[in-house]
């Protein structure tokens, strides 16, 4: 069905579409998703909304599903380096062939709709960049049949396209913060109002008791919709120990608690993000008993998620912290680090977060010798001259970079035995990263 049409075209194709075009309704994805994949939909549907933390939590569940026996869809966005990543049965990506042939069957359906429209309806049809990949996602999983396919939301969750299921079999919302408030709003209570879009009729519910507004707006959402609420707090999560590379915690929950459970990372944030999926997958193994607290603890051990936290080169750490709850919980782990050298900080940020904040709770930690500042290869990016206006301000030694390769080199030359670099502050900065070290490390 493809023949005529190459990757490297659908994928053009994709890109020149708006990513926030605002122009469409949830009904009209959920039309062209009735068309394209009809009533019956295979797989029980995981559905993930929150600020921060929401690929993780995909990933970790994938990972105990995996380790239970089950195959499992993920959709999550955005990507890092390739477009496919989005789109996932189990840890790989769909191929160049799948993404193109999904492409061309939801092309056919939006034109076939069009043709029956007015010049209006017909623009206000064609799918935004975020709905013309998850209708893909669809298409393909439909043709894969997952026995779960895990759903992580765009911007919100309300509108979000993702929001077409009408019974999911849980509902994660992860930690709620300020981010995208153009789009959700300026109060924490608006957007928590929009994360909660997505609790659903007497679905179980499980989320972060972190901040009293969002938690009384969570809980009244699932209360109206008399769902099942599993709220995880900080008395959830106990004991918590750094081993060099690895996290040792436990977790107590309703049903078991958990006395030994180990994370394969140095994120302290993900204690947090595992717990939500933890209590997610015990919710599910109510009903299926191949998910239990061994495949639980397996698949939590097992779990990667790129970017966050990760070791790319010994020493060198990429973060996708890019908002002002994610730069804290990135220092929160940096402060408890095992570093014995120096720490350097390689940073970049896109003009749509509240980045003067993000600057000032890095100075405010005081754990970096020196912060090597960047612009990002987007037309999002914060000016290398607006950087520099906001960190000269600060009493903080800085080096100023015309993008990320200069500044990593600059940095890389810098370190010494048990110093460390960090990158953090946006996605598309660990996206180029990891493609930068992908090259260093083959030549």
Not at 11 to 25: M, Q, R, S, V
Not at 165 to 173: A, E, G, L, T
Not at 176 to 183: A, E, L, S
Request: charged fraction near 25%; hydrophobic fraction near 40%; aromatic fraction near 10%.
């Amino acid at each position: 069905m493809s023949a005529d049409l190459s990757y490297s075209d659908t994928e053009k194709y994709i890109l020149d579409i708006p990513k926030f075009a605002g122009k469409h309704t949830l009904e009209d994805t959920r039309k062209l998703f009735k068309k394209l994949v009809g009533e019956d939909f295979p797989g029980k549907v995981i559905h993930i909304a929150g600020t921060n933390g929401k690929g993780s939590v995909c990933a970790y569940l994938r990972s105990i599903l995996m380790k239970s026996g089950c195959s499992v869809g993920m959709f999550t966005s955005p990507h890092l380096e390739i477009m496919r990543e989005r789109i996932c049965l189990g840890e790989e990506m769909i191929s160049e062939e799948e993404f193109t042939d999904a492409f061309v069957k939801v092309k056919q359906v939006w034109e076939a709709l069009s043709e029956e429209a007015d010049d209006e309806e017909r623009k206000r049809l064609h799918p935004s960049f975020f709905e013309m990949l998850f209708l893909m996602a669809m298409v393909y999983f439909k043709e894969k049949e997952p026995d779960y396919i895990i759903l992580e939301t765009g911007l919100g969750g309300r509108l979000d396209a993702t929001n077409v299921f009408d019974k999911p079999s849980v509902c994660v919302i992860t930690e709620i913060g300020f981010d995208h408030m153009q789009y959700l709003g300026n109060t924490i209570e608006e957007i928590a109002t929009e994360k909660a879009g997505i609790i659903k009729n007497k679905v179980p519910v499980v989320f972060v008791n972190k901040r009293p507004e969002v938690t009384d707006i969570l809980t009244e959402y699932a209360e109206k919709a008399k769902s099942q609420v599993h709220s995880i707090g900080k008395d959830s999560i106990l004991n918590v120990n750094i081993r060099n590379k690895t996290i040792d915690f436990s977790f107590h929950s309703g049903y078991y608690n958990y006395d030994s459970l180990s994370l394969n990372t140095s994120a302290l944030y993900q204690t947090e993000n595992s717990s939500l999926a933890v209590k997610a997958a015990e919710i599910l193994g109510e009903e299926d008993k191949r998910i239990h607290p061994e495949s639980i603890r397996a698949g939590l051990m097992a779990a990667h998620w790129p970017g966050r936290m990760e070791e790319v080169l010994p020493g060198v750490f990429l973060d996708g912290a890019h908002n002002e709850d994610g730069i804290e919980a990135f220092l929160h782990t940096v402060c408890n680090d095992s570093c014995n050298g120096q720490r350097f900080l390689l940073f970049g940020v896109v003009a749509d977060k509240q980045y003067e904040n993000m600057i000032k709770q890095i100075v405010a930690s005081g754990g970096f010798a020196e912060v090597a500042v960047t612009p990002l290869e987007s037309d999002r990016s914060v000016s290398i001259d607006r950087l520099r206006e906001i960190w000269e301000q600060y009493n903080i030694r800085c080096s100023f970079h015309q993008n990320a390769e200069e500044a990593y080199h600059h940095l890389a030359e810098k370190v010494k035995g048990a110093d460390v670099i960090y990158i953090a502050g946006s996605l598309y900065l660990i996206g180029q990263m990891k493609t930068l070290i992908r090259r260093i490390s083959d030549d």
